[in-house]
């Protein structure tokens, strides 16, 4: 889900680009970044239609998640918030209660087996707050009553173009390789108080394992578990139900 407002915007020198950062180091709207919801389709009622399943009939494969009880499933949510709650397109807005019950939805139907939500935003750890669903392992930019702060300013366009808490998590991201030995524990640190100014939150009491126990492959680089069977698995084509 990508507002478009930044790519699209008639002021990018580069259209259809967004670096994060100045050098134009990465380009994190390259060619193969797929956007499924874009401009006005970010709302509330699609967020939390694509979070539960209740996806509105005829909606195509590529809008839904298509997870179950033994998927790990990641949510990264940015932009403007405050204490208990995130906008979307600042004309409406999403509060921690909803989306705990939004995840709780998850969970009793079956749609991830863990998942890990990463905030940035105001005020980020009001939005883990009310989570009271199991298996789920939370990071915030900044505790209740802090502010995000930016990283640095794009002179080319006079405004800042990434936050700090964002930026680190990408550097350290951009190191992961398939194999990689990092841990998600290692992952919770990447951005100390003494580069990201504000003080990032982790919520851990929902998740039953050790974060440092847990490589980051299980989250982030498309890693899958297969199971081998030597026996044959009949496999007959079933159609998504349609809502009542």
């Known amino acids: ?31 193969d970044v797929e956007v499924d919801y874009r401009g006005y389709e970010v709302t509330v009622e699609n967020f939390v239609r694509l979070l539960t399943g209740r996806n509105e009939n005829g909606t195509a494969r590529s809008k839904r998640l298509l997870s179950d009880a033994g998927s790990n499933v990641l949510i990264y949510l940015t932009g403007h918030g405050g204490d208990g709650f995130l906008k979307f397109q600042d004309s409406e807005e999403i509060t921690n209660q909803e989306l705990a019950d ?21 005020q980020a ?26 990283h640095h300013v794009d002179p080319a366009i006079g405004v800042y173009i990434i ?12 190191k992961v390789e398939v194999n990689s030995k990092k841990t998600m524990g290692e992952f919770l640190s990447v951005c100390p108080k003494r580069v990201c100014i504000s003080t990032v939150g ?13 490589p980051i492959t299980d989250f982030f680089g498309s890693i899958r578990p297969t199971e081998i069977s030597s026996s044959v698995v009949n496999v007959t084509l079933s159609t998504i139900p349609e809502e009542q």
């Open 1 to 31: 889900m990508v507002a478009d407002d930044m790519a699209c915007n008639p002021r990018n020198p580069r259209p259809a680009t967004v670096f994060n950062n100045a050098n134009q180091h990465i380009n994190v709207y390259g060619a």
């Open 102 to 122: 939004a995840i709780e939805q998850m969970w009793q139907k079956q749609r991830y087996n863990e998942l890990f939500f990463m905030i940035d935003t105001c």
């Open 125 to 150: 750890a009001s939005m883990y707050e009310k989570f009271y669903s199991p298996n789920i392992l939370a990071v915030a930019s900044s505790l209740v009553g802090e502010d995000s702060l930016s």
């Open 163 to 174: 936050d700090r808490y964002t930026y680190y998590a990408l550097e350290f991201l951009e």
């Open 202 to 214: 982790v919520r851990k009491d929902l998740y039953p394992k050790d974060p440092h126990k847990v």
